[in-house]
């Protein structure tokens, strides 16, 4: 079982930037996807970024939307999950939440219970 918190949310400027953080905890040991996920109001939920850390470590494409603006990145060592949020615009606004695979060679990308999730965090970006 893993448990995952987000935080760093929070209201913004167009223009502005926040970090998100994902705090993992439980046994990660079969796990090897991680992901950040938005849900607009109104909305369906939709992935931002991805990242696999089964042989090696990598990132899959950003979704176009967030494309050059976003960066995910996790650290091992403290067991976080990021997200770097640049150059936000309204659009960008919605509930923020990452998750983890249930086991290894699983994602979420298209089945959202293959993961396990987070409460979320709230971005709101004002115009």
């Known amino acids: 079982q893993v448990q995952l918190m987000e935080s760093g949310g929070g209201s913004v400027q167009a223009g502005g930037s926040l970090k998100l953080s994902c705090a993992v905890s439980?046994?990660?040991?079969?796990?090897?996807?991680m992901g950040w996920f938005r849900q607009p109001p109104g909305k369906e939920r939709e992935r931002i970024a991805d990242?696999?850390?089964?042989?090696?470590?990598?990132?899959?494409p950003y979704t176009d939307s967030v494309d050059g603006r976003f960066t995910i990145s996790l650290d091992n060592a403290k067991n976080t999950l990021f997200l770097e949020m640049n150059s936000l615009k309204p659009e960008d606004s919605g509930m923020y939440s990452c998750?983890?695979?249930?086991?290894?060679?699983?994602?979420?990308?298209?089945?959202?219970?293959?993961?396990?999730w987070g409460q979320g965090t709230q971005v709101t970006v004002s115009s």
């Open positions: 998750a983890a695979a249930k086991s290894r060679g699983l994602t979420c990308r298209y089945t959202y219970s293959n993961c396990y």
């Open positions: 990242i696999y850390f089964d042989f090696g470590y990598g990132t899959a």
């Open positions: 439980g046994n990660r040991d079969d796990n090897s996807y």
